[in-house]
């Protein structure tokens, strides 16, 4: 794996434009980056043009609008550069997509590969235990999972509006990480229906990010995935329920790991959609 921290020499924001997304999220642990090496003379042109997306808008799509681009400046590699999307985009696809683009080649583009190498060392370290808090908004009747102590700290401060409250729920999991074979859960907001969603599932997470409205904000917690409609031993089954309110612009859901919770919400009306996820034990 590239250490990219010893090979940056310039970093570049890029202007905002409509971003382009991938068929499905990250499943390979990627860090967002995808390496791409180009010819000698093509590897400057092309970083101009990446830094100025209205200078070709064909090419910056192709490259799938990355928000940075980080020039790598090391003799020990290849003329090129990295392209830096965030940790939802599926960078196996990207690079695979660029590697094969035709009109890329004919730019100078040789290659690209997605920086997705994961190191296990033996015995590994034990995994950061994370623990989730549920809060309910008594004016907006939403609920909402917190997995850090600045987010419980900022709700708690009323920093997050007034009305939400800790309901007493609470689980406990780990980080997401590929030597423990827990996967990230992604987390996005809507300001449509002032709420949010959290999925580890890399097809409905796509499925989010192309139906527009949602803001991506980053990877919560670590489960996995139930295997068969049951999740494997030494984890929790979390289960998903939905208000059905999609057409009021009021959709919320909430995420329970007791019977009795899941329960209360059918007889409230709300629909049981089953196993979420499995939180490690």
Request: hydrophobic share 40%; proline share 7%; glycine share 8%.
């Amino acid at each position: 794996m590239k250490q990219v921290a010893a090979v940056l020499a310039v970093c570049m924001p890029l202007a905002a434009a409509a971003q382009r997304f991938t068929q499905e999220c990250d499943s390979q642990y990627g860090t967002g980056d995808v390496y791409v090496t180009t010819t000698p003379a093509a590897e400057d042109p092309l970083l101009a043009m990446l830094g100025d997306p209205a200078a070709n808008p064909d090419a910056f799509y192709r490259f799938w609008t990355p928000p940075e681009v980080v020039d790598i400046d090391f003799s020990a590699y290849p003329p090129g550069f990295a392209l830096r999307f965030d940790t939802a985009q599926d960078t196996v696809q990207i690079a695979q997509s660029i590697a094969a683009d035709p009109v890329l080649r004919d730019l100078g583009v040789l290659g690209a590969e997605a920086n997705s190498t994961q190191i296990c060392f033996s015995p590994m370290p034990p995994p950061a235990r994370i623990t989730v808090t549920e809060y309910f908004n008594t004016g907006l009747g939403h609920y909402f999972l917190s997995s850090t102590a600045a987010d419980n700290a900022f709700i708690d401060g009323g920093l997050a509006g007034p009305g939400w409250q800790r309901t007493g729920e609470t689980f406990r999991t780990i980080e997401p990480g590929y030597c423990y074979g827990s996967r990230p859960v992604f987390r996005f907001y809507t300001p449509i229906a002032n709420t949010h969603v959290f999925t580890m599932d890399t097809r409905e997470c796509a499925a989010i990010r192309h139906g527009g409205g949602w803001h991506y904000e980053g990877q919560s917690f670590g489960a996995t995935a139930p295997l068969a409609g049951a999740c494997p031993a030494n984890t929790t089954p979390l289960y998903r329920l939905y208000n059905n309110r999609w057409m009021f612009n009021d959709n919320n859901h909430r995420y329970a790991t007791r019977a009795a919770v899941r329960q209360q919400m059918v007889a409230q009306g709300w629909m049981d959609e089953g196993i979420a996820m499995c939180l490690f034990n």
